[in-house]
């Protein structure tokens, strides 16, 4: 007769931590996890002890009930001893040829607004062409190195922060997004390296990461100033539904739209003078 211990194989004492990595994470119990897999709540204690392997599929049962991004179902896979299951390539290889070629699709129909596509870390990887030369109405953005981050480029004193009329809310907002709209509600060790980088900016404070009360209106707002016009405009996120590669997972569009009717007046003329 084999027993639970005799089958333990190599990685299954990692598999545990990482299992109950997830589990604290998600502020589940053992007995809730079983609930959502059905899964023995003993079978799952025996995966975490280190005393038993789960078979892939119930591996990816428990991934899926816990929400677990693909990039991290890979790390579960392999400490299980099991092939990562999740292509790792490019956002750009011939395999996302689909997905790319949708994301240039609804750039284009967001003209004249700006619209850019950005990866976990908020890279700038493909924009429409309202996008560039709505920031150089501003600032040259010629200037600033490849790939461009998104964040850097609002928070940065010789970037775009100088025209953010509100930048300080902004600025708190950016931080709570940072953390809703990491894959999987992970800050992995990237991202964390990018909000220090944020925190070393001057005058910005530790405490605009703890979230906001909630406020009565809808948005808000991204105020800009250009000669003395304020320009209020907001965002939206469009992401991959279902994806089954980690590239189509951590791709996200960040598109601008006007506030209001002013602003999408004075954001025609702006755009018009710079092609004259």
């Known amino acids: 007769m084999i027993t639970a211990a005799q089958n333990t194989k190599?990685?299954?004492?990692?598999?545990?931590?990482?299992?109950?990595?997830?589990?604290?994470?998600?502020?589940?119990?053992?007995?809730?996890?079983?609930?959502?897999?059905?899964?023995?709540?003993?079978?799952?204690?025996f995966i975490e002890s280190g005393r038993s392997i789960p078979s892939r599929q119930t591996l990816?049962?428990?991934?899926?009930?816990?929400?677990?991004?693909?990039?991290?179902?890979?790390t579960?896979?392999?400490?299980?001893?099991?092939?990562?299951?999740?292509p790792e390539g490019a956002w750009n290889a011939l395999e996302m040829h689909?997905?790319?070629?949708?994301?240039?699709?609804?750039?284009?129909?967001?003209?004249?607004?700006?619209?850019?596509?950005?990866?976990?870390?908020?890279?700038?990887?493909?924009?429409?062409?309202?996008?560039?030369?709505?920031?150089?109405?501003f600032i040259d953005l010629s200037a600033r190195k490849t790939p461009r981050n998104m964040l850097h480029?609002?928070?940065?004193?010789?970037?775009?922060?100088?025209?953010?009329?509100?930048?300080?809310?902004?600025?708190?907002?950016?931080?709570?997004?940072v953390y809703r709209e990491s894959v999987g509600r992970v800050i992995d060790e990237k991202t964390k390296e990018l909000l220090a980088a944020l925190l070393e900016y001057p005058d910005v404070k530790t405490e605009w990461k703890v979230p906001a009360i909630l406020s009565t209106i809808p948005v808000t707002p991204l105020s800009f100033?250009?000669?003395?016009?304020?320009?209020?405009?907001?965002?939206?996120?469009?992401?991959?539904?279902?994806?089954?590669?980690?590239?189509?997972q951590e791709l996200r569009i960040d598109s601008i739209f006007p506030l209001d009717d002013a602003t999408e007046m004075y954001h025609l003329e702006m755009l018009a003078n710079m092609a004259a």
């Open 225 to 248: 100033v250009k000669d003395g016009q304020v320009l209020n405009y907001f965002s939206m996120v469009t992401t991959v539904g279902i994806p089954q590669t980690i590239a189509a």
């Open 76 to 86: 579960l896979l392999l400490a299980a001893g099991y092939a990562p299951l999740y």
């Open 153 to 177: 480029l609002l928070f940065d004193p010789e970037g775009m922060r100088p025209f953010i009329a509100n930048w300080e809310d902004v600025a708190k907002g950016l931080f709570e997004r």
């Open 98 to 137: 689909s997905v790319t070629k949708a994301l240039e699709r609804m750039l284009r129909q967001h003209e004249p607004f700006p619209a850019v596509v950005l990866d976990r870390h908020w890279n700038v990887l493909l924009t429409n062409e309202a996008a560039p030369r709505f920031f150089n109405c």
């Open 10 to 45: 190599p990685g299954a004492n990692e598999l545990g931590v990482l299992m109950r990595h997830w589990r604290d994470m998600r502020g589940k119990s053992q007995f809730d996890l079983s609930l959502d897999t059905d899964v023995s709540q003993r079978h799952i204690s």
């Open 60 to 74: 990816m049962d428990i991934a899926q009930a816990m929400d677990i991004p693909l990039r991290d179902r890979n």
